[in-house]
């Protein structure tokens, strides 16, 4: 069987890691992909990303399944255009994916089906934003309304850095049409985690619990970035708190979906914020896997994740059930010089070739690749690609364990300029 895994993150890499591990599987392709899939046992990169270029690749190499990991192939509709060609694909349509893709379309569903989120109101213009947010003390939540790379969202800790971030969205228009409309809500306070599931529609399967360290320095400061560096699971997440995820968000978003006649196909990301009082909030959505909270929930997934996939896409998620390590992974993110704002590219990656050969002898750890590609003096070299590079990701018998394990394997690897927070895991180890 060949599979196909659209996109080129460290998402996709352990997915198509993972995937390639199934003993039915003879070849996974990855299109585009990263250093980390070209040279992955298994996988094959493909330089292709144009919808119709990948449809008429999956008809001519007889592709199973395609696997979407990122939001932008679900916004164009590529799961749309692969039913209509008679494919098979793992995701949610056009659509669907706007629980993620529209803000305002997310809160607007989150009140009419009663799903617990942060108050808010919308805007077009700087004017009434402005006024609002003179009626409304500090701390705020500014949003673009569209999709914006994780540069959509701005805390702002005062009036006047909320004003900014108005008038950079409204009036300098510094995402274009992705803020020309935003949301200004409440701010909420708490412990962030990241409540992830897979489902066809009907049934729900909850992925192990997760939790994504989002600033870009320790102690959860500096700017907000992508992610830089998750751990699973999260031990805090009492069965008591997951039973009421399910029976406050998740199974209504779900019922909510099908009321509104919209059928959902995929994995769906629930960002919560837990409250004080142990309640569970809806900070936002996304139509797809975390990044990088895929590469240790993949690490720690010991079922065989293709049948998941298959009973999900033919309705029948009820027949399924997950088993999961017991043991706690973490990843470590190392991101290039500059990230989040501008990330330098082209600097060696170096001490990855040994790491390489113990991660296959031992399986306690894995090296995703996010950021990277071929390329130095002689173009076999790997070489820094994006903002963040790479995930290193290592399983431990506690949090403390596989922290400890992920940083000794980070000491190893360097390339100039890059960037870690030293304290992954910082809450999984203090609560």
């Known amino acids: ?30 299109a585009s992909g990263n250093a980390g899939t070209a040279l992955e046992p298994g996988l094959e990169n493909i330089p292709i990303t144009a919808v119709p270029e990948l449809i008429e690749f999956a008809k001519k190499e007889s592709i199973a399944i395609t696997v979407v990991g990122p939001e932008i192939p679900l916004a164009a509709g590529i799961v749309d255009a692969f039913q209509a060609a008679g494919l098979k694909i793992f995701g949610p349509t056009r659509q669907a994916a706007q629980l993620e893709t529209s803000k305002i379309f997310a809160k607007e569903f989150m009140q009419r089906h009663h799903i617990p989120t942060a108050a808010y109101a919308k805007f077009t213009d700087p004017e009434s934003a402005h006024a609002y947010i003179e009626q409304h003390p500090a701390p705020l939540v500014i949003k673009a309304d ?26 300098d228009k510094n995402l274009g049409d992705a803020g020309s409309e935003i949301i200004i809500e409440e701010f909420l306070q708490g412990i962030e985690v990241s409540f992830i599931i897979m489902t066809d529609g009907n049934h729900i399967l909850p992925l192990a619990t997760s939790q994504d360290h989002k600033r870009l320095y320790d102690s959860d400061q500096g700017p907000n970035t992508g992610g830089m560096g998750a751990y699973s699971p999260v031990s805090f997440v009492s069965p008591g708190l997951q039973v009421q995820i399910m029976h406050s968000i998740i199974d209504p978003v779900i019922n909510g979906l099908k009321k509104d006649r919209i059928h959902y196909t995929g994995f769906l990301y629930a960002g919560l914020m837990i409250t004080a009082e142990d309640q569970a909030k809806v900070l936002e959505f996304n139509c797809r896997l975390g990044d990088p909270e895929t590469q240790p929930i993949m690490l720690r997934l010991k079922s065989d994740l293709l049948p998941l996939i298959e009973h999900a896409i033919d309705g029948t998620l009820n027949e399924m059930d997950a088993e999961w390590d017991s043991r706690t992974a973490l990843g470590v993110v190392m991101a290039a010089q500059g990230y989040p704002e501008n990330p330098r590219k082209n600097d060696v990656i170096y001490g ?47 949090v403390k364990a596989a922290q400890h ?24 180890i203090n609560n």
């Open 352 to 398: 990855l070739q040994d790491l390489v050969a113990e991660q296959e002898s031992t399986g306690n750890f894995h090296i995703f690749h996010a950021g990277t590609s071929m390329g130095g003096k002689n173009g076999n070299e790997i070489v820094t690609a994006g903002g963040r590079v790479l995930c290193v990701t290592s399983l431990g018998e506690n």
């Open 146 to 171: 569209g999709l914006a790379a994780g540069k959509g969202v701005v805390v702002a800790q005062s009036q006047e850095e909320a004003h900014s971030a108005v008038n950079a969205l409204l009036v």
């Open 1 to 30: 069987m060949k599979l196909l895994v659209v996109g080129g993150g460290g998402r996709e890499h352990a997915l198509a890691w993972k995937l390639s591990l199934s003993p039915r599987v003879h070849k996974v392709f990855v």
């Open 405 to 428: 394990q992920a940083y000794k394997i980070v000491e190893r690897i360097r390339f100039d300029g890059s960037q870690i927070r030293h304290d992954i895991g910082h809450q999984g």
